[in-house]
């Protein structure tokens, strides 16, 4: 499996069978008369079975150190070893515009067309709403059309009204994927107005581990400073908190979206981080925060529940379903009181607070780890192998190569 370009390829090797004559002993003298002449073992060549051949799964979209979930997602799947496949990033966009944001496009458009094998090539676009369902998904449609298997995996929080907005760009993109991927059971309903539902499959979110750290009384914010993400809410109930716990800071990370959303007081910005100094972070605090007011699954709960935290966040997306059964601290987003509350016990009731982060380790381990998430992820790749098999066998199409199967 390759990519044929120069620098997108990674030639498998194999090893031919080699089956020689076998080696014919002659005995070093004649026997005597009424003697047999003694047997010497004929020695056999070894056989040396060909290696199983790799399956390859070919990502377009972003990745790299660049804020927002989709990216995060990505380079966790390009940094874990998968049983089957190997990964390959084709990038379509860098964060550009104008002229340089149309050349990148352009050259994952080009690789997508020299992709070759594909009885052994899954392509797997990640999707977000706006632009990015145009793009990636005329990338998607592409390589259908070339007779590769294909995965939409849909990111972002607000799909299910965008599907609503644009149903024939939605629809037009979905049907090209032999599989589609949500994050949570609003985007799966949505997304199966537009395909069967057996083919979309809600796999969620994975992080990577964490190492805990000494504890400290820090509350932490991560994401864009922004009012869909709720800082102005947040800075309001730290206003009226902050004086009964000067023990206690409030510190938000991220770069600033919506100017007017920081009128911070009280509490520390420390804008921007990496990816590594924020996870860093919140292996030092003790309460992970995020009072959204529109979300899909993200990212920031799942690595503070990875990290012990006692995770407080709001009823939108698929937050209620990550911190059911008591993980987590739900409240209504929008919602001054019922944040001040909420972060209130949490940082006078020790006990509490510890009972609820290790909940969330508990949740992590057991659905939201790379262990619990990567084969599911691994197994829909297979999926879409097998559809498009179905839907070549059904053409008619000469030269199909199925994958081979799992030893």
């Not at 990111?155 to 149903?167: L, N, V, Y």
């Not at 991927?181 to 083919?199: D, N």
């Not at 990550?322 to 940082?347: F, K, M, T, Y």
Request: with cysteine.
């Amino acid at each position: 499996m390759s990519l044929a370009e120069p620098g997108d390829t990674q030639p498998i090797d194999t090893e031919p069978i080699t089956l020689g004559p076998p080696a014919i002993t002659k005995p070093s003298a004649t026997p005597a008369a009424g003697t047999h002449p003694q047997s010497t073992p004929v020695p056999v060549p070894p056989v040396h079975s060909p290696p199983i051949e790799r399956l390859l799964s070919v990502h377009i979209g972003r990745s790299g150190e660049v804020a927002g979930g989709m990216s995060q997602v990505v380079n966790g799947y390009l940094a874990h070893s998968f049983a089957d496949f190997d990964l390959r990033m084709i990038s379509s966009r860098d964060g550009s515009g104008g002229a340089r944001a149309v050349a990148v496009a352009a050259s994952a458009g080009w690789k997508v067309l020299r992709l070759a094998d594909p009885g052994r090539t899954v392509v797997v676009a990640h999707l977000s709403q706006g632009g990015s369902f145009a793009r990636e998904g005329a990338l998607l449609a592409l390589a259908q059309a070339r007779g590769f298997a294909t995965v939409a995996q849909l990111h972002g929080s607000s799909f299910a009204d965008f599907a609503q907005k644009r149903p024939g760009l939605v629809g037009r993109v979905l049907r090209a994927a032999d599989v589609v991927l949500t994050l949570s059971a609003e985007s799966s309903a949505a997304a199966a107005e537009f395909v069967p539902g057996e083919r979309v499959v809600l796999v969620p979110n994975a992080v990577a581990d964490g190492v805990q750290r000494e504890i400290e009384p820090l509350v932490v914010f991560g994401g864009a400073v922004s009012t869909r993400k709720g800082v102005d809410v947040l800075a309001a109930a730290w206003q009226r908190l902050a004086p009964d716990h000067p023990l206690w800071r409030l510190v938000i990370a991220g770069p600033i979206v919506d100017q007017p959303a920081v009128p911070l007081t009280r509490g520390e910005f420390v804008g921007a981080l990496s990816h590594e100094a924020l996870m860093k972070l919140l292996e030092r605090s003790s309460i992970a925060v995020l009072p959204s007011r529109d979300e899909a699954m993200p990212m920031f709960i799942l690595e503070a529940m990875a990290r012990n935290n006692c995770v407080v966040a709001t009823r939108v997306g698929g937050v209620p379903a990550v911190l059911a059964n008591g993980v987590g601290v739900i409240v209504e987003p929008g919602d001054v009181d019922s944040l001040e509350a909420a972060l209130q016990r949490a940082i006078t009731d020790a006990v509490w607070r510890a009972k609820k982060a290790d909940l969330a380790r508990s949740a992590f381990e057991t659905t939201y780890s790379a262990a619990a998430v990567f084969p599911l992820v691994e197994r829909s790749w297979r999926t879409a192998l097998d559809r498009r098999s179905d839907r070549v066998v059904k053409k008619g199409t000469p030269g199909l190569r199925s994958p081979s199967p799992q030893p």
